[in-house]
């Protein structure tokens, strides 16, 4: 491995899984924090999420709830009769599986309330009208979920108010809302979840007023929501069957939550069956700090800011080793040995670069020396336009900055300020960032951002994106005459132009007509309200389906090898195929796709030229004596990786490393 | 990615015209050593930034004489020049390498007279002996470093010239000329007359019998290696121009190399195909080696190899490691491991899907924002000589670019690779018509943040606004010159003198250029200290200077504006319960922690939670006055468990208080709570408390908590009464709010309403202010 490995350049992005933070590891990613303890205090690395699910008989209203379905390889949207308590549970599986596939380590459980069951914990008499499930098995109610409990809850999602009935007569079915506040409560102060875990209790109900005129159990409700948002995390989401009427907030609600309307304007409609997934979106994680460094506007005057991820592409896991005695999972350890085999002390190694024939010793130490600029931080230098950042300049995901009033009182009514103005002026900052100790600096842009609420599923925040900017060494300056880039209108075209033997010079008005084409075939594939969080990663998915029906015992499904398009989105509706024909004709005639002319062609995946293909040759013939052969004239050189490989496979030996070791090895053998 | 093969002949001028000082003060720095140390720096970096070059120094008008030319001829023909190469071949070129670079150093100025024609046809000889066992792929190049004073006479030779430059043309090889004092040379302004004239021993004979003849023999030269240049695509350059851009920056030559070449399907009918490039990616610094100090028998090579424990197993423990045959592969789900077999692993990890770039709609420009877009960018063009796929591309990027619109795109660069969800922006300026390429994230990779909204907040004030203003004025980085059509042409060309301050274009890694920097030094002298950086890149990582003190009278204004107070970080502290601050509030003594009251949403900022919470600092409990201090909360959960804890490590009289207070606080909620339903625990916890109070010796709290019970409804004071729950004596412990015998049985006896028990305790309140003035 290499101190330079991908270090210094990843730029301490949230880890998705592998990572076990304890307590002490309020930053993902084991991002080296410098004097950042206070973050620690309202950003917990784990969440606890309860789901407190209502069973009263409104949620068992069956109506058209819209499913996706997958017709070959596309996925479209299709009505089918659900009830919103299966909606619901159907939803919390998708949570956890979420949760999964994002590899956090976060708490989930999930009550069921107005129902005949009876929750007795260790002390006390016991919650009436509660039922917690528990996958079988299982000690605690709020657990990392996993293959069971998915497939447990997926259960759940089936079952019928009859049955409910049926099944659950230990006690009275209605519950006290205050003591749904209060199990909640019990469950996160156990084992001490909350301490260590950011608490939080989803809601799921269609009553709008579940305590009725009775005043000592409204006081007690209200007691109790506000004990546990003292500590915790209440989100309502109130469901709506149609037909019903409509879920009014004042009744109850409004002084349970303690929170205006004004803050939560998306609280006064109800979901309507469907929503609830997008809603669970965008709740769905709490934002953690990335870093909080300090923002230097100029020498002396400082001001704090914290840094959180807003992009981070999630790629499928890599396989991890399991001992077959006992299906446990190993940790892996990495080792230095000599050739022999031996294993070496790191004290014993040193590190080298090659440069012109010769090993160049820098240490370890040395490396870190070259890297460290400066102390964490980020530094203004000055503002540029908007339009001077440019969309191809992108070479980092961004990240985003709100300041941080807990380090330094006024932050926040100066970034308030610098967002007023710089909207108004149309600029960014630029600014040079040490995003942690060791990391190595680059410039970034800092742009504003209003705060919008266009879509109930996404809303911006109001603060800063930080776009990273490239070094000159990360851009790079392409030659692409061949490529006829230069397509003008005659009437644009100076003498250069003219005399250019790769600019291709159109007619004005055959040009016009073709722009003309192409136009109507794009207006007829417009997608309105677009949003990347509509489509969900193809190769996760499947990922994830294949492993779940493997922890629990099923078949893989047989889609398994076959593509499938990412998009919910009904493909190009309005785009009708003639558009598309009319452009085609007006620009390639009557070939479908147009050949390149004749001449010089490179050879596909060849860089540069690519030369002839080595000759075939049969594994087959590959004997040890014919190897010997080939060394003796050095003529093994010539054989392809795949033919060494297979060589080395029949005589039992590894097939790792460059064709080097692999020529090497192959020498060995035949030493 | 790969880097372009190059194959390089350096024609060093050592001959006695190359003496010429280069001014009168210096003697060390000649023609020479300003073109030796040229060639040493090109050297130097072309084996960094291109080490696969093949390379070979040619110096011309030493006194010894060993080329390939001479040797062929037998002694005869082509004197005076001498090939430095190292290479396993006897012909041809040689890799580059550091002990090239030390002969070059080496080499001094010689006594010789040089010959530029010999000196070409011996470079041509190189690199045409190399040409067949280098092949096409090979880009060949020639560069010269004279001051155009050597030996030239095309009398005789014009078959040779024409035989050269037929050569180099059928190998593609440009000849470079960096020429010292040539014209345009701003530096060397003595030129060739007055510097040999100042030259010593024998270059000054010998420049005194060309002296008369200098600047015509000059312009000769240069004449001739114009019209070389001209003929081969090469450049004749002053070495002014090229010195200094030698020495700082340096970038690595990088392959332009496809990444996609097939279809784009806009529409099932109509596809393009189309070649993709990376337009921009993170260039990441070389990867170290690792090497054993002491090298074996085996040599100093190591390995880098992976052993597999049990989780919870200590390293140093010997038999610890797996073996290979006992492990199996699995993934995660949750907390549950699945093993898979083998034959399953590429079912699973494998996605199948072809080689497309396919797009699935078109979306309006403003709804995916600059944030979405995520690296690396691609450049999608037409295929190579494709007019008709140009024009097709063309009009489309002309389409998009009219309608505001981007397409998205799904995208596999190669069979089975993850498929990337991606838009397509168009560039669509007059002479570069094409589409770029981003990848925008899925629904799993996206974050939603929520934080209160900066606008709606305290605004600042109008003084702080124009301090913003006035500062963003002061700090601007570009120049309004031109219109928005300034970058037009210059795109690709990277034409400098824009007004721009650190364009990304002109602006280098510090962190490369330090490495790069540190490496050379120590390629040279293993010994030598890792190199402070280059002043000039560690500039441009501090505010401008001239733009810092120009904002000067801005920053004052935001200092006069705003008022920053550093918070030093505290402890973690423990959070408090809202009941308790009402519950103070009622006691009136609320006013006092108003202060510390925050409402996320409001002050927090990071809008968390939004629940009113009470932060305080307790590093400082000792110091505080009593309503400030520490409150503690008790858990109804673990009442006694709980209790005792913090009783354990409450020290002082006043920490006690406190947790007795929580106690009570308690104790009523867990009556509250199970509305009279005999809770069990409740009673427990009372009993507790009474004990504890004992121990102690403080009753006040517990029995202003039983009196107030007492108040209450009366099957509570019945089940009070029948556990024989008493208000603490003196007997039991004499405390301040201890109460007599007597009256502790007549609560205990006695059935009251409440009524009559409120104005009890009014009497029993008094009776305790009698009591502390008795005791006090």
Request: glycine share 8%.
């Amino acid at each position: 491995m290499s101190e330079f490995e991908g270090g210094g350049f990843e730029q301490g992005e949230e880890s998705s899984g592998d990572f076990d933070y304890g307590e002490s590891g309020a930053f993902e990613g084991g991002t080296d924090l410098a004097g950042g303890s206070d973050a620690k205090e309202w950003h917990r690395s784990r969440e606890a999420v309860l789901f407190a699910v209502d069973c009263s008989e409104a949620m068992f209203d069956k109506k058209d709830t819209p499913v996706e379905v997958s017709e070959g390889p596309i996925k479209t949207l299709r009505n089918e009769k659900r009830t919103v308590f299966e909606d619901v549970l159907k939803t919390v599986c998708e949570f956890m599986k979420t949760r999964i596939i994002r590899g956090s380590r976060d708490k989930v459980g999930v009550m069921l309330y107005n129902i005949g069951a009876k929750c007795v914990l260790e002390l006390g008499d016991g919650f009436n009208g509660i039922h917690v499930l528990k996958a079988d098995g299982q000690a605690g109610e709020l657990q990392v979920p996993d293959a069971e409990r998915v497939a447990a809850i997926e259960k759940v999602g089936d079952w019928t108010l009859d049955k409910i009935h049926s099944e659950f007569k230990e006690c009275d079915p209605k519950a006290k809302l205050g003591e749904v506040f209060w199990l909640a409560s019990t469950l996160f102060s156990r084992t001490d979840i909350k301490k260590t875990h950011n608490c939080r209790l989803l809601v799921f109900t269609t009553e709008d007023d579940p305590v009725g005129r009775h005043k000592a159990a409204f006081d007690f409700a209200v007691q109790r929501a506000q004990d546990l948002q003292a500590e915790a995390d209440l989100e309502l989401f109130p469901m709506q069957p149609d037909g019903r009427e409509p879920f009014n907030f004042d009744t109850f609600w409004s002084d349970v939550l303690q929170v205006g309307e004004e803050d939560h304007p998306e609280l006064t409609a109800a979901l309507k069956l469907g929503d609830l997934k997008q809603r669970i979106w965008s709740r769905e994680f709490k934002q953690r700090t990335l870093n909080s460094l300090t923002f230097e506007i100029a020498e002396g005057v400082e001001v704090a800011v914290c840094m959180f991820t807003e992009v981070l592409p999630q790629r499928p896991p890599t396989a991890i080793k399991i001992c077959t005695d006992d299906n446990t999972e190993l940790k892996p350890k990495r080792v230095i040995t000599d050739l022999s085999g031996a294993s070496v002390l790191p004290e014993s190694v040193e590190t080298y670069f090659e440069y012109g024939g010769e090993q160049v010793k820098i240490s370890k130490q040395e490396i870190a020396q070259i890297k460290k600029f400066d102390e964490p931080g980020m530094k203004l230098l000055g503002f540029k336009p908007k339009s001077s950042i440019k969309l191809d300049h992108i070479v980092e995901n961004s990240k985003f900055i709100y300041p941080n009033e807990n380090r330094v009182k006024g932050s926040r009514v100066f970034f308030s300020a610098l967002l007023r103005k710089m909207i108004e002026r149309d600029v960014v900052a630029i600014v040079r960032l040490i995003p942690r100790a060791n990391a190595t600096p680059y410039f970034a842009a800092l742009v504003p951002q209003r705060e919008s609420k266009k879509l109930v599923k996404h809303i911006e925040p109001s603060g800063f994106h930080l776009i990273g900017l490239p070094w000159a060494e990360d851009i790079r300056h392409l030659q692409l005459g061949t490529h006829h880039v230069a397509v003008m209108d005659s009437q644009d075209a100076t003498e250069a132009d003219q005399a250019d033997p790769h600019a291709i010079i159109k007619d004005h008005d055959e040009w016009r007509e073709q722009v003309k084409n192409a136009k109507k075939m794009i207006r007829g594939m417009k997608i309105d309200d677009f949003h990347p969080q509509q489509i969900p990663n193809p190769m996760l998915q499947r990922h994830y389906q294949a492993i779940e029906s493997l922890a629990l015992g099923d078949e893989l499904p047989s889609s398994m090898s076959q593509e499938v398009l990412p998009p919910p989105l009904t493909m190009m509706q309005g785009s009708l195929p003639e558009d598309a024909i009319k452009f085609r004709q007006s620009v390639y005639g009557d070939e479908l796709v147009p050949k390149p002319a004749a001449g010089k062609k490179r050879p596909a995946g060849g860089g540069g030229g690519g030369g002839a293909k080595k000759p075939k040759i049969d594994p087959d013939s590959l004997t040890k004596d014919k190897m010997k052969e080939m060394i003796a004239d050095d003529s093994i050189q010539t054989l392809t990786n795949d033919n060494l490989k297979a060589f080395l496979r029949e005589n039992n030996l590894p097939v790792s490393g460059t064709k080097a070791v692999l020529v090497q090895r192959v020498k060995d053998l035949l030493k | 990615m790969g880097q372009p093969k190059e194959a390089a002949v350096i024609i060093l001028d050592c001959g006695r015209t190359m003496a010429a000082k280069l001014d009168d003060q210096d003697d060390t720095k000649t023609h020479f050593t300003l073109a030796k140390d040229a060639v040493i720096d090109q050297l130097k970096h072309k084996l960094l930034l291109n080490p696969k070059q093949q390379l070979a120094v040619v110096c011309m008008g030493t006194q010894e004489t060993s080329n390939s030319m001479h040797d062929e001829v037998e002694g005869e023909g082509y004197h005076n020049v001498t090939t430095l190469r190292y290479s396993s071949n006897k012909t041809g070129l040689g890799d580059g390498s550091v002990r090239l670079v030390k002969e070059v150093m080496d080499q001094g100025c010689e006594d010789a007279e040089s010959n530029l024609l010999d000196a070409l046809f011996v470079a041509c000889d190189l690199l045409s002996k190399g040409n067949t066992y280098l092949g096409k792929k090979y880009k060949k190049m020639i560069f010269l470093y004279t001051n155009g004073l050597c030996t030239f006479d095309p009398a005789g030779e014009e078959d040779g010239i024409a035989a050269l430059l037929d050569k180099m043309k059928e190998m593609e090889c440009p000849l470079y000329t960096i020429g010292i004092g040539f014209t345009g040379d701003t530096d060397i302004t003595a030129g060739g007359g007055s510097g040999d004239g100042g030259g010593g021993g024998a270059a000054a004979a010998s420049a005194g019998g060309t002296g008369a003849d200098d600047d015509g023999h000059r312009a000769k030269v240069e004449g001739f290696l114009q019209d070389m240049a001209n003929k081969t695509d090469g450049i004749v350059q002053p070495s002014t121009n090229v010195l200094d851009n030698l020495r700082l920056f340096m970038k690595k030559v990088k392959l332009q190399r496809t990444k996609y070449r097939e279809i784009l399907q806009i529409h099932p009918n109509m596809k393009i195909p189309v070649w993709s490039y990376i337009k921009c990616k993170r260039e990441p610094l070389p990867t170290a080696k690792k090497k054993l100090k002491v090298p074996t028998e085996d040599g100093d090579q190591v390995r880098t190899d992976t052993q597999y424990q049990k989780v919870g197993v200590g390293d140093d423990e010997d038999d610890a490691d797996i073996q290979l045959m006992d492990i199996a592969k699995g993934f995660r789900f949750g907390e549950t491991t699945v093993a898979v077999a083998e034959h399953q692993i590429e079912n699973i990890t494998k996605y199948q899907c072809d080689r497309n770039m396919v797009c699935i709609g078109a979306v309006s420009a403003s709804d995916i924002p600059s944030h979405y877009l995520m690296p690396p960018c691609e450049c999608v063009v037409a295929e190579e000589h494709n007019k008709p796929a140009a024009e097709a591309l063309a009009a489309v990027a002309q389409a998009l670019e009219e309608l505001r619109l981007y397409l998205i795109c799904k995208y596999s660069y190669c069979k089975n690779a993850q498929p990337k969800l991606c838009i397509l922006r168009p560039e669509a300026k007059r002479t570069k018509k094409c589409l770029y390429l981003n990848p925008i994230p899925y629904h799993e990779d996206m974050r939603t943040l929520d934080f209160p909204n900066l606008e709606a907040m305290k605004a600042p004030s109008e003084a702080q606004l124009n301090a913003v203003d006035t500062l963003i004025d002061s700090m601007k980085m570009t120049k309004h010159t031109g219109g928005e059509g300034e970058d037009d042409e210059e795109d690709e060309e990277g034409v400098k003198g824009s007004d721009e301050l650190l364009r990304p274009r002109d602006t280098y890694n510090p962190t490369n250029q330090r490495f790069f920097q540190a490496l050379l030094v120590r390629a040279f002298d293993p010994q030598a200290p890792i190199p402070e950086l280059d002043e000039k890149i560690n500039s441009y990582l501090r505010p401008d200077t001239e733009l810092a003190s120009a904002a000067q009278p801005a920053v004052d204004q935001i200092n006069g504006a705003f008022t920053f107070q550093k918070v030093e970080a505290k402890a973690v502290g423990r959070k408090r319960y809202w009941r308790e601050v009402l519950k103070q509030k009622d006691e009136n003594v609320f006013h006092a922690d108003l202060e510390n009251l925050k409402v996320e949403g409001d002050d927090d900022g990071m809008g968390g939670q939004r629940v009113p919470k009470v932060e305080e600092e307790d590093d400082s409990e000792q110091q505080l006055p009593a309503d400030k201090r520490t409150k503690h909360t008790i858990s109804t959960g673990q009442t006694i468990k709980h209790f005792n804890d913090l009783l354990d490590k409450a020290k002082t009289d006043h920490e006690v208080s406190d947790v007795f207070e929580a106690m009570a606080f308690c104790i009523e909620q867990l009556i509250d709570d199970r509305e009279g339903g005999g809770s069990r625990r409740a009673f427990e916890a009372i009993e507790e408390f009474r004990s504890k109070s004992i121990d102690k010796t403080k009753p006040q709290q517990f029995n202003d908590l039983l009196r107030k019970l007492y108040g209450r409804r009366s099957d509570l004071v019945a089940e009070i009464q029948h556990k024989g729950i008493a208000l603490i004596t003196f007997e039991e412990c004499p405390g301040p709010g201890a109460v007599s015998l007597a009256e502790a049985q007549q609560h205990l006896s006695a059935s009251e309403t409440p009524a009559a028990a409120s104005a009890g305790q009014q009497q029993q309140d008094n009776d305790d202010d009698e009591l502390m003035g008795t005791i006090t």
